[in-house]
């Protein structure tokens, strides 16, 4: 059986996600991240990295999360990420348009390159429209399912540099839903958790 794991820093909006809300059913466990760096990860088949994480306990995990993805394990990286804290990952940074559907003709930003993909049977690109918090620039084979109207990279699967796989967005919905707004990632984070832990 698939074993996942969350790192969690104590915020409200993560407490209700991870601890009290209908998707703690997926998680086994969560971890403070101020316990990342020490934390044994081999129970684990993925790891779920919710956004707005204290930084400074990321990059003294990073070892730790680098481990698990070499030994198979698969993580899931969601939020703005511009201290990036996995050589992996590239951040770009871009404005946010938080209020784009009140615009006339209201344009998000977000593209949807691969509609095909299976990974939009479980969370269809409505569910992944809200607003985003910059981009990616992806590792060579990443397959990038998510873009900004420039071309970068708003969500992507990295199965590529690694033993374990990646899912990598800058998509924030932890913070969204547990703070009581934005519907859209309540859709996503339903179709979501259950294609992270027993599809992807």
Not at 24 to 44: K, P, Q, T
């Amino acid at each position: 059986m698939t074993r996942l794991a969350s790192l969690y820093g104590g915020s409200a909006p993560q407490r209700r996600t991870l601890l009290e809300s209908e998707y703690a059913r997926y998680v086994d466990d969560v971890i403070h991240v101020r316990d990342l760096a020490d934390a044994d990860l081999s129970e684990f088949d993925r790891l779920f990295v919710p956004s707005r994480l204290h930084i400074e306990s990321l990059h003294a995990g990073t070892e730790t999360i680098q481990s698990f993805l070499d030994d198979g394990g698969d993580a899931a990286i969601l939020g703005a990420q511009p201290d990036p804290w996995l050589p992996e990952i590239e951040w770009t940074h871009r404005p946010t348009n938080f209020w784009w559907w009140l615009e006339p003709e209201g344009d998000s930003g977000l593209r949807f390159p691969r509609p095909d993909h299976l990974f939009f049977e479980s969370v269809p690109p409505t569910d992944c429209t809200w607003h985003f918090h910059g981009s990616f620039d992806t590792p060579e084979g990443a397959e990038v399912l998510v873009t900004d109207d420039e071309g970068g990279a708003v969500l992507y699967l990295d199965c590529q540099t690694k033993t374990g796989n990646l899912v990598v967005t800058t998509l924030d919905p932890t913070y969204h839903y547990g703070s009581y707004f934005m519907p859209a990632t309540d859709r996503f984070l339903s179709g979501f958790f259950p294609w992270f832990r027993n599809v992807f």
